[in-house]
C-alpha cells in the first residue's frame, strides 16, 4: 500500500487520530485494504457503508466520531470543508489511443472534456491530438471542477468558446449524452480502453423522455423529491414550482429510493436531488420521475424543443 503512505503522512500532519472513510459504489471493495493499512500505520479508522454518489454526499455524520474524513474518488465541490481530504483515484491509459477518434472527427480544433480518474492525462491527451493536427481547448468546469473535468451532473466544461465539436475521452454513454444535451454541439465519444468511438445520438433518450412526461401529464397530484444533502439540495426551486401548481407537495428525503416511492404512493414525481436519479434510476421506480425541466415542459411554461439535461450548478 505504498500508493497511501502519503495520505498517511497528510493524516499525522492534521494531528488526526480517528479517521473516517468514505468511498463510492465503484471502490467499495477497497475500503478493507486501504482501512487496514492505516489501522496498522497507527489510526483509529471508521469506514462509511452507505451509499456514496459523488462529493454532494459527503458522510458528514461520522465527523462526529472521527477527526478527518477521506473521499475517495471524487474531487471537491465549492469551498471544502477542511475536515475532508478527497483523495483522487487515477486510471492510467495510453493517450495514443485518441487517434481512433480521428476518423469520427470533423474538426480540427474541438473541445475536450474527460471524467475526474482521467484528468492527470490532460495534457498527454492534447499533446497526441496536436501531433495529428487536432488542437484541443479546454475549460475549467462548474461545480469547482478542474480543466476540462465533467460531472454526470455538471457538463460547464463542455461549454468551451469557439468550438463547434467536442470529444469525450471515458466509459459509459451518460455523459457525452449530458455534454450533447447540454451545449447542443456534436459530440464524439471515445472509450479509452477498448478503443471504441461513436457520435453521440440523443434520439431515443429524448423520445423515452417525451413518452415518460406524456404519462405524468395525467397524474392527479406530484411528488417533488428535494434532498436534504448539502450538495444536492434544491429546495428553493422546488418551493417555486410548487407554488406555480396546485398539485405538487414537497416532500424532503435524504435518499430516495423505491420502495420509499412506493410508500409515499404519488402517480408522478420532480427529482429536485442528484440528476441522475431521474434517468439512470427511471426503470426502478414505480411512477414518472420527471426532471425540474420536464416538469416545466408539462405545465406550459418551455417547450420540449429547447429540452437541456438537468444540471447543478
Not at 487536432?134 to 480543466?147: S, W, Y
Not at 455523459?175 to 471504441?196: I, K, M, N, S, W
Request: some cysteine; aromatic content about 8%.
Amino acid at each position: 500500500m505504498t500508493g497511501y503512505s502519503d495520505l498517511a503522512e497528510r493524516l499525522r500532519a492534521r494531528g488526526a487520530r480517528a479517521v473516517a472513510l468514505q468511498f463510492p459504489a465503484g471502490l467499495k471493495r477497497k475500503a478493507g485494504v486501504i482501512a487496514q493499512f492505516l489501522k496498522e500505520q497507527g489510526f483509529e479508522v471508521i469506514v462509511s457503508g452507505d451509499p456514496c454518489y459523488g462529493a454532494c454526499d459527503l458522510a458528514r455524520e461520522t465527523l462526529g466520531y472521527a477527526d478527518v474524513l477521506v473521499h475517495f474518488g471524487h474531487t471537491p465541490l465549492g469551498d471544502p470543508d477542511p475536515r475532508v481530504i478527497f483523495e483522487p483515484y487515477r486510471v492510467d491509459f495510453d493517450p495514443e489511443i485518441l487517434k481512433n477518434a480521428i476518423p469520427c472527427l470533423k474538426a480540427t480544433r474541438v473541445g475536450l472534456v474527460t471524467t475526474a480518474q482521467h484528468l492527470h492525462l490532460l495534457d498527454a491527451m492534447k499533446t497526441v491530438l496536436a501531433a495529428i493536427g487536432v488542437e484541443a481547448v479546454t475549460t475549467r468546469g462548474t461545480r469547482g471542477c478542474g480543466e476540462g473535468q465533467v460531472l454526470g451532473c455538471s457538463f460547464g466544461a463542455a461549454r468551451v468558446i469557439g468550438t463547434e465539436e467536442i470529444l469525450y475521452v471515458g466509459t459509459g454513454v451518460f455523459h457525452p449524452l449530458g455534454v450533447q444535451l447540454a451545449t447542443g454541439l456534436r459530440v464524439v465519444a471515445l472509450d479509452p480502453f477498448t478503443g471504441e468511438v461513436q457520435e453521440v445520438n440523443a434520439e431515443k433518450f429524448l423520445r423515452r423522455r417525451h413518452a415518460l412526461i406524456e404519462k405524468a401529464r395525467s397524474a392527479d397530484q406530484f411528488g417533488l423529491l428535494v434532498s436534504t444533502k448539502t450538495g444536492q439540495e434544491r429546495y428553493e426551486m422546488a418551493r417555486g414550482m410548487a407554488a406555480r401548481c396546485s398539485r405538487a407537495i414537497l416532500i424532503l428525503m435524504r435518499e430516495i429510493s423505491p420502495e420509499e416511492l412506493v410508500n409515499l404512493g404519488f402517480p408522478a414525481y420532480v427529482n429536485f436531488a442528484c440528476p441522475r436519479l431521474a434517468y439512470d434510476d427511471q426503470v426502478r421506480f414505480p411512477a414518472p420521475v420527471l426532471t425540474p425541466q420536464e416538469f416545466s415542459i408539462l405545465l406550459g411554461e418551455c417547450l420540449f424543443s429547447d429540452y437541456r439535461i438537468d444540471e447543478l450548478t
